[in-house]
């Protein structure tokens, strides 16, 4: 075991502070990281505060990790020391079922390791990016790309998968019109990856405060969804809307934004249920989806894609210390885009 400092929730809603905790020792097929850079996503956010149901503390959250490789387990062969990597969502899955068999561990049938905020196969808790080290699985490992800076490629560990595989799935490219709903930290990285797909991208938000941000980073048109003749001009249009928010929706009024057989998914995940009357999918043979992540090898696909075509996320960096600060923010939406944390300040 290895003592590392690191920034934890001592309990819900408490506010983070500095630490330390135990990383186990390098296995055969592990790799041992130095973490250079960590995103502050919403979902860190909703777990620290126990938003999602009953939570593990203290809790090191973070699962858009970025750095170098400091060490490697005898048997690994995929990476060297100094090799630039990252660690997503998950750190390990059962391997053995369909979903894992098939590449999309997140669907793992007995449930993938998460990051942060979960047990490992040992029974002991996983602690996340907000970390100087971690160590992880070899397998679990992602590559990232020379050209790619570490800090705006971390949040492409959650953001950006969490946006590439919906957007693949569902088919987008060329001849699509897609909706990206909201221009939070998902939805950017939506809009930048849905324009580098080919497709004719139409941000939907609350507001147009951020219309020139929105048409920089690769959207076609912006639309604000508090005007009542958005969804009048609109109905009908998009083969897909892929919502980002976190907050509750009037389903019926987006749904009715989509062409016959057009799909509303969601990545945002609402802490309240929703309600919603059928005949807004029945009548226009419409669905009502979600995508939860990547798998590892897509993961590893989303990273090189971003690289090939310069995309990273938009960010602003802080110090650990102002990670609090950054919490409040990102609820009152208060940053372009994506808080990343300098690891080196912890």
């Known amino acids: 075991m290895s003592t590392v400092a690191a920034y934890a929730a001592p309990a819900a809603k408490a506010p983070l502070e500095r630490t330390t905790i135990e990383r186990r020792p390098v296995g055969a097929f592990d790799v041992l990281i130095e973490i250079k850079y960590a995103g502050v996503c919403h979902s860190d956010i909703h777990q620290a505060r126990e938003g999602w149901g009953e939570a593990i503390f203290p809790m090191v959250p973070g699962h858009e990790i970025a750095g170098i490789v400091a060490e490697v387990g005898s048997g690994v062969t995929s990476y060297d020391v100094g090799d630039r990597v990252g660690v997503g969502c998950f750190v390990d899955s059962c391997r053995e079922c369909e979903y894992c068999k098939q590449g999309l561990e997140q669907y793992c049938v007995e449930g993938n390791i998460q990051t942060y905020n979960a047990l490992d196969k040992n029974g ?163 669905s009502l989806a979600g995508s939860l992540i990547g798998g590892i090898a897509e993961t590893q696909e989303m990273l090189d894609f971003c690289a090939r075509h310069g995309i990273g996320a938009e960010i602003e960096l802080i110090r650990a210390d102002q990670v609090n600060e950054a919490y409040e923010r990102v609820l009152s939406s208060d940053v372009r885009y994506r808080f990343v944390i300098d690891v080196a300040t912890i």
């Not at 992880?136 to 595989?165: F, K």
């Open 124 to 286: 002991q808790p996983t602690y996340g990016g907000y970390s100087t080290h971690i160590v992880v699985d070899e397998n679990y490992v992602l590559r990232i790309p020379d050209s790619l800076p570490l800090d705006v490629a971390a949040p492409l560990l959650c953001a950006g998968i969490t946006t590439y595989s919906p957007l693949k799935h569902w088919n987008v490219g060329p001849g699509k019109n897609v909706a990206i709903l909201g221009m939070g930290g998902l939805g950017h990285m939506a809009v930048k990856i849905a324009h580098g797909l080919g497709a004719e991208v139409t941000v939907l938000s609350q507001s147009l405060r951020k219309k020139d941000d929105g048409l920089k980073l690769g959207a076609d048109h912006y639309y604000a969804t508090s005007d009542p003749k958005t969804f009048e001009e609109l109905a009908g249009t998009f083969d897909l809307i892929l919502s980002s928010v976190s907050a509750p929706l009037d389903f019926g009024a987006y749904l009715s934004l989509l062409k016959t057989d057009g799909t509303l998914t969601n990545v945002g995940a609402p802490e309240e249920p929703i309600s919603l009357n059928l005949f807004s999918l029945i009548g226009g043979r419409k």
